[in-house]
């Protein structure tokens, strides 16, 4: 399994109404957030693949190809609270990914 998969794998494994970091998949693969964040703008199967659920380490929204307002709609109508384009319960919809791969 490539780079691009073990990302993407990870990320459908994040539940609804959970976020996890582009630095919690980094680490389980022992690589850069940054990295993270360029393989899941390549994704194509956006939904499936929920890497609208992938947020910055400070609960910030980070970025998403169909653009911010569709993440907040998305993030919204599973139930996580947005202010200021922020998580406001962060902590509590955090998921951690605890899969390693070497």
């Not at 693969?29 to 993270?36: E, N």
């Not at 659920?53 to 910030?60: K, Q």
């Given at each position: ?10 990320t ?15 680490r ?14 390549r ?60």
């Amino acid at each position: 399994m490539d780079f691009y998969q073990k990302v993407l794998n990870l990320t459908k494994k994040i539940p609804r109404g959970k976020v996890t970091t582009y630095g919690e998949i980094a680490r389980a693969l022992k690589t850069s957030p940054r990295a993270v964040g360029q393989a899941l703008k390549r994704n194509k199967k956006l939904i499936v693949i929920p890497c609208h659920r992938v947020v910055c380490a400070d609960g910030s929204l980070g970025g998403y190809s169909q653009g911010l307002q569709k993440k907040i709609f998305l993030l919204e109508h599973e139930g996580i609270k947005i202010r200021n384009k922020k998580i406001s319960n962060f902590s509590k919809v955090l998921y951690k990914v605890t899969e390693i791969y070497k």
